[in-house]
């Protein structure tokens, strides 16, 4: 027999009223190790740029990592086709599946910078195609093929860098679309248990379960974590409440911040790729109408707005405390310019380097009685209302105010954190590169 390594990609099977990617992966899991394949690695969940205007919901492609035999080939490929025939929402308009099998064990470090790209900008299907030819990859794509960019990508992410887990698992299919059920205090105790080596279970400020989503996909609830270890067993903490369909162990670049690229000069910033950039504050925040906050930074090479929206709840309130001349470094999506609204930095996270002092100019006291005086007028000098002296020289006079912020990182509340945002609990957690792993015994079912 001979052993051969294939990595399988997949993107953009599902749509905003069915399925899930993850899912056809899930799927896949078992029906791959039945025709005898063996996994090398967890499934890959890599997060692509939230940033491009055409994402798939979660904008998560999927790689599976095998070794088989090569007689199997064919009857793999056929599996993995079939399921996404089957599973994928063919019919969706926006939802236009690719599949790559890379017959290479190694990964070549053109289709690792492709990856890169495909997570921090803007890549095209062109590029992806050329790669494709190069490598004598496979690539199937369905109606407009575009899935086949987030199948190579995830083929050439392979997490060597910081990375995370995720367990999902997925409910029986009489269930979708019906309200989940899983038993809440035991998602509060099994994120008091594992914290912080798990993260986002509960949204804390408002004390919500957040590990359990919305609407008609196939998840009953996932949980993130450090290791496979200790997501696997938060999730035997849980008591689902309705019958799981089966769970899956994924290894995934969420929570690391990979979408984030540090820019030396605003000049230098994108539509589309999300940056981290330095500057100072130049105009003053406003909060306009629906509550979202606006401000402006600057450096040498030039200005931009920013908003911190209402979604981002501690993240507005602390853009509406900066005041001109506090140094920043901003980490945020980077929205095009359209109409009268200029380019537009969606605000994620803020760290206030430096604070600004804040002034506010008062009218002077009475020498006599100690009271403020009032103003008669500009450049008219002031008056004291109790005891009537009058100073007509007198000028306002300037003073430091408290300021009621501090200096640190402030991230969006975790309710409207990106799949790919580093939360401050994963701060000091990072992961610097892979160590070789043998994979837990049960990181699946079936
Ligand atoms: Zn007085």
Redesign the pocket.
Known sequence: MTERTMHIGLDDTDSTRKGCTTYVAALLVEKLLKIGAKFIDYPNLIRLNPNVPWKTRGNGALCLRIKYNKNDEEKIEETAIGTVEEHGDLESKGTDPGIVFFKKARIPVEVKIFAKKTITGIVTLKDALRLVKKFEAEAIGFKNGRGIIGGLAAVGETLQGDHTYEILAYRAPENYGLKRRVDEASIFEMDKVTAPHTFNNVDTERGRVIITPRGPDPILFGIRGETAEIVKNAFEMVKPLEPLERWVVFRTNQGTDAHLKRVEGLHQIKPHNPVIARGTVSTSPKMIPRRHVFFSIKDNSGQVECAAYEPTGALRKVAMKLVIGDYVEIYAGVRKPSGNIPLTLNLEKIRLLKLAPKIAYQNPI?P??G?HLKSMGKNKGFR?D??G?RYPEAEKIKVKLERDIRRGLYITSTRSQRHLTKPYIRYGMEKHHQTAERLIENWHFP
């Open positions: 009475c006599e009685c009271k004291c109790k005891c002296s």
